[in-house]
């Protein structure tokens, strides 16, 4: 019933968009052999080169364990289904259409053994649905990643009603072989966990701006400069253990009667879809951009990635956990000297 | 109408808590004479010695504009309400006690001149209902600050109903110059956004854990490492223009209809009160703490607040915007050399 989850094992990644070849990137930095698999015609050569890209961004940031090198020699980009043969692991991110991912199982399934573990990026499309597509529905199960998947360590793991819990438990370990944080949902909820948190943050902050009370601008700040000044850290509920709960009760007694329970789409939102808005791409979009400032943007979310990234890993629970007893800084800080005192 | 957003003007924070004192900090920092006001009896003793500490701690990370010393000589620490007589500028941050409150006020309006403006840092009570405390209302605000108030850019400035809107600009003025990303909300509906906004969340991830469908460190999980990795360089919506539109219409129509409308207080929080939770700061919580563990934790925050200040720092808008023309970095990145190709 196991799947092996060792490094050396052969992992197939099919559909090489952006998406597609950044986990293609990040399961080399594990030490993996990889078969990408471009399903489309001439999505091949562009994926090489934009593999080849990513691997060297992942190389000036020491993040393969193999170096460059050995790290391309691992790596097979193919548009032939026959090559993926001997991967017992498949990571498919094809677009999220269930009728394309459909033919893409039957052609996946056509090639590889039985006991292989198929995994979708859907974010959209309920895995119970995804799975009534191959032969064996145990061995299927949703792997969703975060752009750029070799440099964030987000990873939602979900079951479909058919999914075995042992796969889906090898999954998770596979997944912290990657250097992730795997999250495991054991039921494929609609919008799984990530987007149901966000949208609840939509639909109440686009309802104040709607009726005047807010703006979107300062809906960012605070998530900027409130919210981004600790999550990171501590996620949501253990940053409640840092604030304490006496004041929680009668909060969540008031607030949650005013929150927004609207279920129609937020205004804003349809009209950034009739304009066809695509934000920084086309330079429409919630904020105004130049051409210059959005590739400013684009330029800063690269960079801001990569330190973000290494400010997780040095407050990874582990290691924090790890350097316990920590010296006694803290406390020094607030011994005071009596010179100072006296200058008060 | 105006007030003096000038660094040499004076200000009174009235309140020596953790907050009180980290706000005074904050001021000291951006040059302001300070005079620091303890209303409860022995607070002034202890308020001395976290006030030199946390400057300490300031100073280290080189954040005070005039150095140590001046900044001490700029700060007068007193019980004694007259002191305050000078400024024009006063930070209420005592207790979250109407009544205190009230009586905090009284005694404020007693020694300042009319002209003074007089913010309150409440986060739970209507500035509209405090302000019929004070016998010139229109100069009473909401100034809600976020701990450490010196290392955090968050400010949200409240208008209650009487609030005048040339005070609130000033004082969003005053904000900016104290190094802040200050939002401004001209109508005080419950909870600000800050609270309404992280509300939204806990109500559906609460509700989602109560089901058995997650738990509260997947949640955590999730916004460690999802939203935690591009929260501070874009907030929430700036992240859509990163992301383009064309898949929230459906998103929207479906996901809404699903998330938790409920009003009653989720049973975990209940059961914290009951159990007098308070978090690390007596090892009962939402997780399990040894003394050790909570310690490092705090330990953990410290430094992390400071990172992620710098970071934020780094990232701020006006400079990344300044930076234009960006080099050409990526360009490079994916400009892929043959000889690397032909390995492939």
């Known amino acids: 019933m196991g799947i092996n989850t060792n490094s050396h094992m052969q992992i197939a990644v099919v559909g090489l968009g952006l998406m597609g070849s950044s986990i293609v990137v990040s399961l080399l930095a594990s030490g993996h052999q990889v078969v990408a698999l471009a399903p489309l015609p001439g999505e091949k050569e562009i994926a090489i080169k934009h593999i080849v890209g990513l691997l060297r961004h992942a190389d000036d940031s020491n993040l393969l364990t193999k170096g460059l090198a050995a790290s391309v020699q691992a790596l097979k980009v193919t548009d032939d289904y026959q090559d993926i043969a001997p991967c017992k692991f498949v990571q498919e991110c094809v677009i999220e259409d269930k009728d394309i991912k459909k033919i893409v199982y039957q052609r996946i399934a056509d090639h590889v053994s039985e006991d292989t573990v198929i995994a979708s990026n859907t974010s959209a499309i309920p895995i119970s649905e ?40 090898h999954v998770v370990q596979l ?155 803290e406390d020094k800080l607030y011994d005071v000297e009596e010179d100072k005192l006296s200058k008060i």
Not at 138 to 149: L, N
Not at 155 to 165: F, R
Not at 263 to 288: Q, T
């Open 175 to 329: 997944g912290k072989n990657w250097g992730k944080e795997p999250t495991l949902l054991k039921k494929d909820i609609r919008g799984f966990i990530t987007n149901r948190l966000m949208y609840a943050v939509y639909r109440e902050a686009l309802t104040l701006a709607e009726r005047g009370d807010t703006t979107l601008e300062d809906a960012d700040k605070i998530f900027r400069y409130d919210v981004g000044s600790w999550i990171t850290l501590m996620g949501i509920f253990r940053r409640l253990d840092f604030v304490g709960f006496a004041d929680y009760i009668p909060s969540f007694a008031s607030l949650l009667k005013q929150l927004s329970n609207r279920s129609d789409v937020p205004l804003v939102m349809e009209r950034m879809v009739a304009e066809n808005a695509r934000g920084i791409h086309n330079c429409k979009g919630l904020y105004p951009y130049s051409e210059q400032e959005a590739k400013a943007w684009e330029e800063a979310f690269a960079h801001f990635n990569k330190d973000i990234y290494e400010l997780a890993t040095q407050y990874g629970e582990q290691r924090l956990l790890e350097a316990i007893p920590y010296d006694v800084e």
């Open 130 to 169: 995804l799975q009534q597509f191959v032969p064996m529905p145990s061995r299927f199960i949703g792997v969703h990643w975060a752009e750029p998947a070799y440099m964030t360590r987000f990873l939602e793991v979900t079951c479909g009603e058919q999914t075995d819990m042992v796969v889906a438990e």
